[in-house]
């Protein structure tokens, strides 16, 4: 089965400075896809970025970006420029691609803090 | 925009109660998620289907059950509340499997 495991409970980050969020996930398919969503105090889930597994490039939406290596099955992602509506819940997600099983699997969630 | 919609937003039920969390979408998806949430921690997948007709279970899916007639609607049924089922309950959606999924607001729910 497949795991995605974020080993950073909590991170903060001084405001207009840059931090990385790792994730890890745990596969044995070839063709996936990759998320991370925000989830501020409000408990919306919110799109921030995904990544398709079969693309070497790694995505980039503004001053969100990620660091995808398929081979150490890792998926950070990296946030420039830090502002403090960043502040949230951040969550790493897998998707299947496997016909009939496309389950969408989350991470523990890390808790970011933006400093003012 | 409608949406994700999910109904109640809030609930208490006593323990060995019944109840169906209700999720409805209107933007034709297939793929359809109940999870989980407890506080501070990730979202557990319940169960999940590809299209009407067709479920499956998620990480944790012992307590409820779920049924998808239509395209539309994946209810959630918990049989015999238990205070482990206090949380807050997510409906998701996409369209594709690579696609963004669409979140309702969630439903808290707390078993006395």
């Known amino acids: 089965a497949q795991t995605v495991t974020q080993s950073q409970p909590e991170m903060s980050v001084q405001e207009a400075e840059t931090v990385t969020l790792s994730c890890t996930y745990d596969?044995?398919?070839?063709?996936?896809?990759l998320f991370w969503y925000k989830q501020p105090p409000s408990r919306q889930m919110i799109l921030v970025i995904r990544?398709?597994?079969?693309?070497?490039q790694n995505a980039t939406e503004n001053r969100f970006s990620v660091n995808f290596q398929k081979a150490a099955k890792s998926f950070s992602l990296k946030i420039s420029d830090s502002q403090l509506g960043d502040a949230a819940m951040y969550f790493c997600?897998?998707?299947?691609?496997?016909?009939?099983?496309?389950?969408?699997?989350f991470g523990q969630g890390t808790r970011l803090t933006i400093n003012p | 925009n409608a949406g994700v919609t999910q109904t109640p937003k809030f609930r208490i039920l006593k323990i060995g109660q019944s109840m169906t969390l209700q999720c409805t979408q209107d933007?034709?998806?297939?793929?359809m998620y109940w999870y989980r949430q407890d506080p501070g921690m990730g979202l557990k997948l319940i169960y999940y289907?590809?299209?009407?007709?067709?479920?499956d279970k998620g990480e944790v899916p012992n307590g409820y059950n779920v049924s998808r007639s239509t395209t539309e609607d994946f209810p959630l049924r918990l049989e015999l509340a238990a205070p482990s089922q206090t949380s807050v309950y997510f409906c998701?959606?996409?369209?594709?499997?690579?696609?963004?999924?669409?979140f309702g607001q969630g439903t808290r729910l707390t078993v006395v």
């Open positions: 596969t044995s398919e070839s063709d996936y896809y």
């Open positions: 933007m034709n998806h297939n793929y």
């Open positions: 998701a959606s996409s369209l594709l499997p690579g696609a963004e999924a669409f």
């Open positions: 990544q398709e597994a079969y693309k070497q």
């Open positions: 289907s590809v299209g009407a007709g067709i479920t």
């Open positions: 997600a897998y998707r299947s691609e496997v016909q009939g099983a496309q389950k969408l699997v």
